[in-house]
């Protein structure tokens, strides 16, 4: 099963960095967390048993490691869901990002799971949402992308046509961008929205052609 390797996931952050943010702040905070999260989804106790025995589990333990433990100095959340994301790709499991995929991940930071059981079960909810969005056929891939992605954008449309539409759509994509806990995301809604339609757009292409779209290292 292909997994990512330590330059690949670094090399991802570097995306995130380049393309979206420009604190003064960057790069990689600690190391060994790192190395740490690239072999989680790969974990085997002393008795044989994986902790995270599905492509979604692996795919989930990545995306919490990154977003919960903070390794890098900034854009841990997209880096984590990028990471999700590849890994999936790379196994021929093709994810739809829905517009409301900010909050979810900002759920999964403000999540104060300590315990084995805890932090076990944050990381099944996060499998079982990569699972049902994921597809690795064509036609089951094109139906999520209209429930999640094309059937939401018709409803803003619709929505913004009414008297106070613009207002409600606003609020809508508040909420969608969970700006009442991170009010700095109003200031930058088009590049929130740039990045999940651009991950949206690499994901179809992938589907489409049954390849890789993402050019990184991988074991």
């Excluded at 330590?6 to 991802?12: D, I, P, S």
């Excluded at 969970?178 to 991950?199: Q, T």
Aim: one cysteine or more.
């Amino acid at each position: 099963m292909p997994h990512l390797s330590e330059a690949a996931l670094l090399e991802l952050h570097t995306i995130i960095e380049r393309k979206y943010h420009s604190t003064i702040v960057s790069g990689v905070k600690d190391p060994g967390l790192i190395k740490s999260i690239i072999e989680r989804p790969h974990l085997k106790l002393y008795d044989g048993y994986e902790p995270y025995n599905t492509v979604f589990k692996k795919a989930a333990s990545l995306m919490e490691g990154i977003i919960r433990l903070h390794p890098f100095n900034d854009g841990n959340k997209r880096t984590g869901l990028l990471a999700a994301f590849v890994y999936l790709q790379a196994n021929r499991h093709y994810l739809v990002i829905p517009l409301n995929t900010v909050k979810f991940t900002v759920n999964i930071a403000k999540n104060k799971a300590q315990s084995e059981k805890e932090i076990n079960k944050l990381v099944d909810e996060i499998a079982k949402w990569l699972e049902l969005r994921c597809s690795s056929n064509k036609d089951d891939y094109n139906k999520k992308l209209v429930r999640y992605v094309t059937l939401p954008i018709i409803g803003l449309v619709a929505i913004s046509l009414t008297g106070i539409g613009l207002f409600i759509v606003a609020k809508i994509l508040d909420e969608w961008f969970a700006v009442k806990m991170h009010p700095e995301y109003k200031k930058n809604p088009k590049e929130i929205m740039g990045f999940l339609l651009n991950k949206i757009d690499d994901s179809f292409k992938a589907m489409k052609s049954q390849s890789l779209i993402e050019k990184v290292p991988h074991k």
